[in-house]
C-alpha cells in the first residue's frame, strides 16, 4: 500500500454506499433506515522500533471515524524543525513545531472528502477555507483549507476564574462567517489527514493555533463494543485508549462561548 504521503487515491475506491434496492421502500408501513455508507481510511504508525506500520481500515462513515483523518487539506503546509511541508509529504518520525518545542509526528490518517453525499449518511459534507489575514494582519502564506475535525484556540479570560483555563479548543467550522471562514463545498474530490504527536499538543498552521489528533475524553462511549477494535486497527502504534493520554487543553463549542459572553 502506498504511504499517505504519495496516495493519490480514487474516492471511487474509498466510499461504498449500502443501498437498499429501493431507498424509498417502507417495511411494516415504516421507513428504511437510512443508508449506510463506509469509508476508507488510511494510516501510518511510527512504532517503538521507530520502523513505519501503515494500515488501510474500512469502517462507517462516522465522527468517531472521520475525526481521526479529516483536520487538514492536502497542500497544507505544517512547521517541521526543517521548515514547511506539506502535510501529504509528512511522514512519521518527522519532527514538527508545537507550542511545547519540537515533536515527532507518530500517526498521520488519511480520507477522502467526496462532493455531493447525503448529509445524513456522513459528516463529512463540506469544508472551511480560511483566508491568509483571518486572525489579522501580518500573516503570511496562503489560504488553508481545514475539515470538520479541525480545532483551533481561542482565547477567552473570562473562563480563567471558570474553569482554570483561558485557552479552550473550537471546531474551525463554527466559526463560519462568509468573511474570513468560508464554508465550501469543492467540486471534486479533496484527500485530507489528521496528525498525531506523543501527547496532544498545538501547532501553528496559516497562522492559527490548531490542536493535533486526539481521539477525546468521551471516545469509549462513542465507539461501544461494535466499533472499538476496528478503530484501534487504524493505530498499531498505541495498545488501548488511555495510550492517548490527556488533552493539552479543554475541548467546547462556539456557542457556549457565545451564551458565556452574553451573561
Do not use: C
Not at 465550501?184 to 496559516?206: D, F, M
Request: proline residues 8%; without cysteine; glycine residues 10%.
Amino acid at each position: 500500500m502506498q504511504s499517505p504521503a504519495t496516495a493519490r487515491p480514487d474516492p471511487r475506491d474509498s466510499l461504498s454506499l449500502q443501498v437498499p434496492r429501493d431507498p424509498f421502500a417502507r417495511i411494516d408501513g415504516r421507513p428504511r433506515r437510512a443508508p449506510s455508507l463506509m469509508r476508507r481510511y488510511e494510516a501510518a504508525a511510527l512504532l517503538p522500533d521507530l520502523s513505519v506500520s501503515r494500515v488501510s481500515v474500512t469502517a462507517p462513515a462516522i465522527p468517531v471515524f472521520e475525526d481521526a483523518a479529516s483536520a487538514f487539506a492536502r497542500g497544507t503546509l505544517i512547521r517541521t524543525v526543517g521548515g514547511p511541508v506539506a502535510i501529504e509529504d509528512l511522514l512519521p518520525g518527522d519532527y514538527v513545531e508545537t507550542e511545547r518545542g519540537a515533536e515527532p509526528v507518530v500517526w498521520i490518517g488519511s480520507t477522502t472528502f467526496v462532493p455531493g453525499l447525503d448529509s445524513e449518511a456522513t459528516g463529512l459534507t463540506r469544508l472551511t477555507r480560511i483566508v491568509t489575514d483571518a486572525m489579522g494582519p501580518g500573516n503570511t502564506g496562503s489560504d488553508i483549507v481545514t475539515g470538520p475535525a479541525a480545532r483551533m484556540v481561542v482565547d477567552v479570560p473570562r473562563l480563567k476564574s471558570l474553569i482554570g483555563h483561558s485557552r479552550v479548543l473550537v471546531p474551525v467550522a463554527e466559526f463560519a462567517d462568509g468573511d474570513r471562514f468560508l464554508d465550501i463545498a469543492p467540486a471534486g474530490a479533496v484527500q485530507l489527514y489528521h496528525l498525531a504527536l506523543r501527547r496532544h499538543a498545538t501547532i501553528r498552521v496559516g497562522g492559527i493555533e490548531v490542536e493535533t489528533y486526539h481521539p477525546g475524553t468521551s471516545i469509549r462511549r462513542q465507539l461501544g463494543d461494535a466499533h472499538a477494535e476496528r478503530f484501534l486497527k487504524l493505530f498499531p502504534n498505541v495498545g488501548g485508549i488511555e495510550d492517548f493520554g490527556e488533552l493539552a487543553l479543554p475541548r467546547s463549542t462556539r456557542d457556549v462561548l457565545d451564551n458565556l459572553g452574553s451573561r
